[in-house]
Every structure is written in structure tokens, then in C-alpha cells.
Nanobody, 124 residues
Framework: QVQLVESGGGSVQAGGSLRLSCVYS????????MGWFRQAPGKEREGVAG????????WYDDSVKGRFTISRDNTKNTVYLQMNSLKPEDTAMYYC?????????????????WGQGTQVTVSS
């Protein structure tokens, strides 16, 4: 079992920034892939960014490249998503997820554990 708790969401104006945090606990020894996903009302859940707790490395969806940065602090058991230059289309519920052998593909179906989500709202 892996537990994930997100925080840091909120309401900002377009062009603003937010930093999301995901605190992980439990059996992360097997589940080393960490991803951020988002889901807007009426839309499918989509991958935003991913990383690996051991070897590092980061990968992003094209829609957020250059604006979002995923990072991790293993001493704090936390994965972050720094979001800059936010746009109204970034508005969604953001979820942290842990997976075992997902590779670099940000496909929600491949991830095993999910947090409860944190809402991000960007106004124009």
C-alpha cells in the first residue's frame, strides 16, 4: 500500500504560479514512478509530469513543457509540481499517483495508487 496526500492547490489569475506538493508514505520501495495528473470536468484524466524516486529523470506532457517542473525531495518524502505561467486551460483537479513499472508514458491506467486530489483554478 502507498498513501499519497496532495496539497497546494488554489485559485490564481492567468500568468500566476502555484506549487503542488504530494507527500508519499507506505510501500514505495516497489512503486518508484511518481506522476502528476489532472482532470477537468467532462474530460478524461491526463498526465502532466512524471519522475522516478530513485534514478530521477523528468518527463512532461507537451502542454506544460517549459511552464511546469516536477521535482522530488526524498528526505521529505515529497514530490512537487511547480506551475508557472498558468493558463485558464490548466484549471482542473490535480492528482498525484504512484506506479511500479509505468515507464515514461503518462497513462493513468498504468498507475496503481492515487491521492485525493487538489483543485487548481486559473481565471482569465
Amino acid at each position: 500500500q502507498v498513501q499519497l496526500v496532495e496539497s497546494g492547490g488554489g485559485s490564481v489569475q492567468a500568468g500566476g504560479s502555484l506549487r503542488l506538493s504530494c507527500v508519499y508514505s507506505g510501500n514505495t520501495g516497489l512503486y518508484r514512478y511518481m506522476g502528476w495528473f489532472r482532470q477537468a470536468p467532462g474530460k478524461e484524466r491526463e498526465g502532466v509530469a512524471g519522475t522516478h524516486l530513485s534514478f530521477g529523470g523528468t518527463w512532461y506532457d507537451d502542454s506544460v513543457k517549459g511552464r511546469f517542473t516536477i521535482s522530488r525531495d526524498n528526505t521529505k518524502n515529497t514530490v512537487y509540481l511547480q506551475m508557472n505561467s498558468l493558463k485558464p486551460e490548466d484549471t482542473a483537479m490535480y492528482y498525484c499517483a504512484a506506479g511500479r513499472s509505468v515507464g515514461l508514458a503518462l497513462q493513468a491506467a498504468n498507475y496503481n495508487y492515487w491521492g485525493q486530489g487538489t483543485q487548481v483554478t486559473v481565471s482569465s
